[in-house]
């Protein structure tokens, strides 16, 4: 990791033989930039100095930066704020490159056919259970997405594993405002649509909602998690609950940490819709900081999106692909990790449309010139779990956040 203060600057003078890169990631995610940059520089000369910056104070870094004029040269980052896009350089070229495999359903075009940001990859909520206890409780589970189960069926399934099997909860649940809509399209909601003008939602959201309060019971679901901020990933991995609703980011995790019971990625309940939330797992961007700088951040990001850069990428970080015909071998060892990720990778193929949805809003508000700074999903449904409001008003309430913050022409 490059540290120190010098190497937080972005130097955005005319010297294009030394470019900053900001990302805010795990050691572990940190190592394919890593091993690009050294490959850049062996290739060019071109020194690529890789800056990982704590999460909390990513976002605000760079909007200082932006205001002090030093923006490093090509940054990885989770969101796009509008303090800083009119100083991003149009990547098209780089999408449009056929050669690249970029998926272009996963790219937001602004109306003059430019593009400000790239996925570095996409994540996307999922299942997963425990399956020492359904193998000790003798209950059986889908293993193709074609085929999976439907809510219902999965409620009855590690009901039975509770029972049977000695578990505390049939389920956790992060509490996200991701999984929570990726539980309404499954179940044929629409969570709250908009890309500008009032939000809104469809008339199967309030019904959603009260199901999802009788599953907060502690029995089929731990209550603390959403109203009370306990640790759902702690709770799974005490092996004392059936299953886990999470993400695809897991994997890297319990490869590394589950020792003391088996675990395995499944597929998501469809009812009736097979669907996820997907969302970027970052967006790279490079910034226009001179004329030499920003040739050379442009060059980089194009190099780097070559398939045959991005495969070492999405490989040695265990991304999934935004690139399409790639043949990925991951770096894990155990079974249930690598069949995790191909699982992952079909589960995405199959999943409707509306899955991308937020994601794709959320680029549209940034070049609206607006932000979702605090998503109101997660205290509002924590509200009415606790009785404190009504499913309506949790609604209303929820899209009232949205109106005020990204709403409006």
């Given at each position: 990791?490059?540290?120190?203060?010098?190497?937080?600057?972005?130097?955005?003078?005319?010297?294009?033989?030394?470019?900053?890169?900001?990302?805010?990631?795990?050691?572990?995610?940190?190592a394919?930039?890593?091993?690009?940059?050294?490959?850049?520089?062996?290739?060019?000369?071109?020194?690529?100095?890789?800056?990982?910056?704590p999460?909390?104070?990513?976002a605000?870094?760079?909007?200082?930066?932006?205001?002090?004029?030093?923006?490093?040269?090509?940054a990885?980052?989770?969101?796009?704020d509008?303090i800083?896009?009119?100083?991003?350089?149009?990547?098209?070229?780089?999408?449009?490159n056929?050669?690249?495999?970029?998926?272009?359903?996963?790219?937001?075009?602004?109306?003059?056919?430019?593009?400000?940001?790239?996925p570095?990859?996409?994540?996307?909520?999922?299942?997963?259970?425990?399956?020492?206890?359904?193998?000790?409780?003798?209950?059986?589970?889908p293993?193709?997405?074609?085929?999976?189960?439907?809510?219902?069926?999965?409620?009855?399934?590690?009901?039975?594993?509770?029972?049977?099997?000695?578990?505390?909860y049939?389920?956790?649940?992060?509490?996200?405002?991701?999984?929570?809509?990726?539980?309404?399209?499954?179940?044929?909601?629409?969570?709250?649509?908009?890309?500008?003008?009032?939000?809104a939602?469809?008339?199967?959201?309030?019904?959603?909602?009260?199901?999802?309060?009788?599953?907060?019971?502690?029995?089929?679901?731990?209550?603390?998690?959403?109203?009370?901020?306990?640790?759902?990933?702690?709770?799974?991995?005490?092996?004392?609950?059936?299953?886990?609703?999470?993400?695809?980011?897991?994997?890297?995790d319990?490869?590394?940490?589950?020792t003391?019971?088996?675990?395995?990625?499944?597929?998501s309940?469809?009812?009736?819709?097979?669907?996820?939330?997907?969302?970027?797992?970052?967006?790279?961007?490079?910034?226009?900081?001179?004329?030499?700088?920003?040739?050379?951040a442009?060059?980089?990001?194009?190099?780097?999106?070559?398939?045959?850069?991005y495969?070492?990428?999405?490989?040695?970080?265990?991304?999934?692909s935004?690139?399409?015909?790639?043949?990925?071998?991951?770096?894990?060892?155990?079974?249930?990790?690598?069949?995790?990720?191909?699982?992952?990778?079909?589960?995405i193929?199959?999943?409707?449309?509306?899955?991308?949805?937020?994601?794709?809003?959320?680029?549209?508000?940034?070049?609206?010139?607006?932000?979702?700074?605090?998503d109101?999903?997660?205290?509002?449904?924590?509200?009415?779990?606790?009785?404190?409001?009504?499913?309506q008003t949790?609604?209303?309430?929820i899209?009232?956040?949205?109106?005020?913050?990204?709403?409006?022409?």
């Amino acid at each position: 990791m490059v540290t120190g203060l010098a190497a937080c600057s972005s130097g955005s003078g005319g010297d294009a033989s030394s470019l900053t890169f900001w990302i805010s990631t795990s050691v572990e995610q940190q190592a394919g930039y890593d091993q690009l940059a050294k490959a850049y520089e062996e290739k060019t000369g071109t020194k690529i100095n890789v800056v990982n910056i704590p999460y909390d104070g990513y976002a605000t870094k760079l909007r200082s930066s932006a205001q002090a004029n030093d923006l490093p040269d090509v940054a990885r980052v989770a969101s796009i704020d509008p303090i800083w896009t009119k100083a991003t350089m149009d990547l098209a070229d780089i999408v449009n490159n056929e050669a690249n495999k970029i998926n272009k359903d996963l790219v937001i075009t602004d109306s003059d056919g430019s593009v400000m940001s790239i996925p570095s990859d996409v994540t996307a909520s999922g299942m997963f259970i425990n399956a020492s206890l359904f193998e000790a409780a003798g209950v059986t589970y889908p293993t193709d997405p074609k085929d999976t189960w439907t809510w219902d069926e999965f409620l009855e399934a590690t009901t039975k594993v509770r029972n049977s099997a000695g578990a505390k909860y049939n389920l956790t649940f992060d509490s996200s405002p991701s999984r929570l809509r990726a539980f309404q399209y499954q179940m044929g909601g629409n969570a709250v649509q908009g890309t500008g003008g009032s939000f809104a939602s469809n008339d199967k959201t309030v019904g959603i909602y009260e199901t999802f309060k009788k599953m907060n019971d502690d029995a089929i679901m731990p209550k603390s998690v959403w109203t009370s901020g306990a640790d759902a990933n702690a709770l799974f991995k005490s092996g004392q609950v059936a299953a886990y609703f999470s993400g695809v980011w897991q994997i890297a995790d319990f490869e590394s940490t589950i020792t003391n019971f088996k675990w395995a990625a499944v597929p998501s309940p469809a009812q009736p819709v097979h669907a996820t939330d997907l969302n970027y797992g970052g967006l790279t961007v490079a910034f226009d900081n001179s004329d030499a700088k920003g040739k050379a951040a442009h060059d980089f990001v194009a190099w780097m999106y070559a398939p045959e850069n991005y495969k070492v990428l999405a490989e040695t970080n265990g991304f999934l692909s935004v690139e399409t015909g790639l043949d990925l071998s991951y770096p894990f060892e155990s079974k249930a990790a690598l069949d995790g990720f191909e699982l992952y990778n079909r589960e995405i193929e199959l999943a409707d449309p509306i899955s991308g949805s937020f994601a794709e809003a959320q680029v549209q508000w940034a070049l609206n010139g607006k932000a979702l700074a605090d998503d109101p999903t997660v205290s509002q449904m924590g509200a009415y779990i606790n009785g404190q409001q009504d499913a309506q008003t949790t609604l209303a309430n929820i899209i009232a956040g949205y109106d005020k913050q990204v709403g409006g022409e």
